[in-house]
């Protein structure tokens, strides 16, 4: 298990900057949501504050995993991009008053622990971009379909032509 552990407060404060790759098998959680395992994520960490003086981190992930189509259960790329605004509470009591006072969903709250892993983070956020229920645009067996039929179709047609 790979970790990447930092004090989240102290990198907030002190604007660190880190970023990473991972291989999707590397992380557990998300290798069983694919179809194969395979893929990198790119990930990259800021610390910083947000406008009302409390620690962030500013985290973006990106990367390619197969998932499978919930329509034709077929393999199915998907690419993650997700940028996250993540404000760092002490607690839970704390969390749920910065979460009131900024009133914004597009800011999560999280706990900022002295020993914070970053690696788990990542997975949580590959995890919460993913689709609930993925599913191709145009299915690729349905793509097909029509061109077999076309080809059945097309010996009668030459017959009904030489009848002709
Ligand atoms: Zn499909």
Redesign the pocket.
Known sequence: MTAFVIDAFQFSRLQEQAEGELQVVQLTRLAGETVDRAGTLHWSLKGGVDKLGHPQLLLAISGRVNLV?Q??M?P?PFDIASESVLVLAKDDDAADAIEELLDDEAIDVIIGEPEFDVIYLVEDEALLALPVAP??DV???KAVEPLVVADKVSPFAVLKNLKQ
């Open positions: 189509c329509r034709c077929a199915m599913k191709h299915c690729p067996g």
